[in-house]
């Protein structure tokens, strides 16, 4: 069988980008706090995601609608009224995280799917059960942090398809726990749907030298030549006594195509492509590529050379907690 | 630039000089008056950029001898060139076949970032809202001209596809999949 593709749009165009490109699946979100890449500029009104899911529909793709932040309290109605806006849109499924959104889906939207979002951070058989047992979650969106033999011990105890991200951006915390964006900007991404937000985000380029500031800090500054970094507080560059390095990661992209066959054997479902914040571009070269990959490897043929590297942060990439080495 | 860079195909010399005796005031305003048509056309892209239709965003082609002052203003966008250094809220900053490139969806702007290609200064927020409002567009400055050009849009298509063989800037929209 072939794996299915789930891939990010951050526009209505990103959506039609994603589904003309081959993605199985395409996934998006409100241009509100409710999901999780609120980015200025980005993501769908009401009447655009009615159209999108139309088209995907047209086409044999489906949408998932991520609302996976955590209602504010007193602020609950928003969230509420965005489940219920993407069932009407025709949506196939929603991606939610809190536990109390996920009881209000479970009790006023029964026959809209729910999807465990990456933010509740559920890493084992036993929460992944609880979640289906207690809210009839159908799918769960793994945590980064796992190697290919975790992943396999979870499916053998669930009967909750796992789906995993294989690129993108690197989210090293236990996800939706991680609350170090908050102290440089004020904003966090449980919380505002945004890390390192770009408001807060300035660049500086001195003689050659390029220096990234969060909130007034710089996070990072590199050389001539050297690949321009985003400031993401948690592969910034720091000191720490005598010794200047990346002290939580280092600025590279996740890309685990090559580990597609193992995935497969270890009973993912389906594959994951981080980026609602990029553009259409992107989502068509990233999308091509991987859905030539899982056709492949449905096919029994090896995996094809990927040429993804440029369109990395850091421009170099890892294959993640997937393969844990010590450094 | 980075090892890691483009290739991004840079404005030919013998041109981009003949531009300095160009005089900007009329260019400026037919550019302008081409924005507004376009922007009749593209509303969503203002929805869009929210607040950031109040910002004055400085566009550098560094492989020309003038810069861009653009401000969306709500769908009646003004556009002014000028030889000297312009201020703005944000600028980017790069060879003009990357900022046109991003415009027609055939580069993605992170990576042309990533990769030192282009350059952004002054509010990041306000340069990714514009980013991701001219991607949704789906803009194709040749097909918009050629609407505009009346009877002669045949020979603006022409004149469009010299300029692009000419100078390897792309003018018109790249399709995300040919076979589509
Ligand atoms: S700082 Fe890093 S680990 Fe924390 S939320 Fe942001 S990307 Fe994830």
Not at chain 1, 206 to 219: E, F, N, P, Q, R
Request: hydrophobic fraction near 45%; charged fraction near 20%.
């Amino acid at each position: 069988m072939v794996m299915e593709i789930v891939c990010p749009a951050g526009t209505p165009a990103s959506l039609r980008a994603a589904v003309k490109a081959g993605a199985h699946t395409v996934y998006c979100g409100f241009a509100d706090e409710t999901n999780a890449r609120n980015f200025p500029g980005l993501n769908f009104e009401r009447d655009e995601m009615r159209e999108g899911v139309a088209f995907a529909h047209d086409h044999g793709s489906k949408v998932l609608v991520a609302i996976n932040t955590f209602p504010r309290a007193g602020g609950e109605e928003m969230w509420h009224r965005a489940i219920a806006d993407a069932e009407s849109a025709g949506a196939d499924a929603v991606i939610l995280a809190d536990l109390g959104l996920l009881a209000h889906a479970a009790q006023h939207h029964p026959n809209l799917r729910r999807h465990l979002s990456v933010q509740a951070a559920a890493a084992n058989a036993d929460v992944i059960n609880f979640y289906a047992d207690a809210f009839g979650v159908r799918r769960v969106v793994l945590p980064r942090v796992l190697s290919v033999p975790e992943i396999a011990a979870i499916n053998a105890e669930t009967e909750v398809e796992t789906e995993v991200f294989v690129f993108g951006g690197l989210c090293v915390m236990a996800e939706g726990r991680c609350s170090l964006s908050s102290y440089a900007t004020g904003k966090s991404p449980n919380m505002n749907g945004v890390c390192s937000p770009a408001s807060h985000v300035d660049y500086h380029e001195d003689h050659g030298d390029l220096s990234a500031k969060l909130g007034g800090y710089t996070i990072h500054k590199v050389g001539a030549g050297q690949p321009a970094p985003y400031p993401t507080l948690c592969k910034g560059c720091f000191q720490a006594g005598e010794a200047t390095g990346h002290l939580f990661e280092d600025p590279v992209s996740l890309n685990a195509e090559a580990l597609i066959p193992q995935l497969a054997k270890a009973g993912v479902t389906a594959l994951k492509i981080e980026g609602r914040q990029r553009s259409r571009s992107y989502v068509a070269q990233v999308v091509r590529n991987f859905r030539a990959a899982v056709d492949a490897q449905a096919a029994g043929l090896p995996m094809p050379e990927g040429m993804l590297a440029s369109l990395t942060e850091g421009q170099a990439t890892t294959a993640g907690a997937y393969k844990k080495t010590w450094r | 630039m980075s090892d890691h860079s483009v290739n991004l195909p840079l404005f030919p010399r013998l041109p981009a000089l003949a531009l300095k005796g160009m005089p900007l005031m009329p260019v400026s305003m037919a550019l302008s008056g081409f924005a507004r048509r376009i922007a009749a056309r593209h509303p969503a892209m203002f929805r869009r950029l929210g607040e950031y239709n109040a910002a004055r965003f400085v566009l550098d082609p560094t492989d020309l001898p003038l810069s861009m002052l653009l401000e969306p203003l709500n769908g009646r966008p003004r556009i002014h060139l000028s030889r000297r250094t312009l201020r703005g809220d944000a600028r980017i900053a790069g060879p003009l076949s990357g900022l046109l490139g991003l415009v027609h969806g055939a580069y993605d702007g992170d990576a042309l970032f990533f990769s030192r290609d282009l350059v952004i200064e002054g509010d990041t927020a306000a340069v990714l809202a514009l980013r991701n409002a001219i991607d949704d567009a789906e803009l194709d400055l040749s097909a918009e001209a050629q609407a505009m050009s009346g009877p002669f849009a045949a020979a603006m298509r022409r004149l469009i596809a010299m300029a692009e063989a000419r100078t390897g800037v792309a003018l018109s929209r790249h399709e995300e999949d040919g076979t589509w």
